[in-house]
Nanobody
Framework: QVQLVESGGGLVQAGGSLRVSCVASERTFSLLHVGWFRQPPGKEREFVAFISRNGGTTDYEDSVKGRFTISRNSAKTMVDLQMNSLKPEDTAVYYC??????????????WGQGTQVTVSS
């Protein structure tokens, strides 16, 4: 199976920036669409951003549009989520997912363990 590992989470003040990354050792990852999801404390998992397998298509939740940027490297082995102008409402465990498409978490086959992002006010 495709194993995903997230990194880059941490504690940041409101207005600051973080970059979270998703990597996979399997080359198959380069052929898959990738999404970022997050789960705030006490809430359900929600869609954040999507990038197609070739990087040509991206999609964002309205609340992060203009602040977050999803990208993947030329080899398609890494997917990053650059998060700027962070708000306390962005506090969540961020998950990388692959093998699905679009905004529905149910379509994704592979998931990472998550990385904690905490934004202080």
């Amino acid at each position: 199976q495709v194993q995903l590992v997230e990194s880059g989470g941490g504690l940041v003040q409101a207005g600051g920036s973080l970059r979270v990354s998703c990597v996979a050792s399997e080359r198959t990852f380069s052929l898959l669409h990738v999404g970022w999801f997050r789960q705030p404390p006490g809430k359900e998992r929600e869609f954040v951003a999507f990038i197609s397998r070739n990087g040509g298509t991206t999609d964002y939740e309205d609340s992060v549009k203009g602040r977050f940027t999803i990208s993947r490297n030329s080899a398609k082995t890494m997917v990053d989520l650059q998060m700027n102008s962070l708000k306390p409402e962005d506090t969540a465990v961020y998950y990388c997912a692959a093998g699905g498409a679009g905004r529905s978490a149910d379509t994704y086959r592979y998931w990472g363990q998550g990385t904690q992002v905490t934004v202080s006010s």
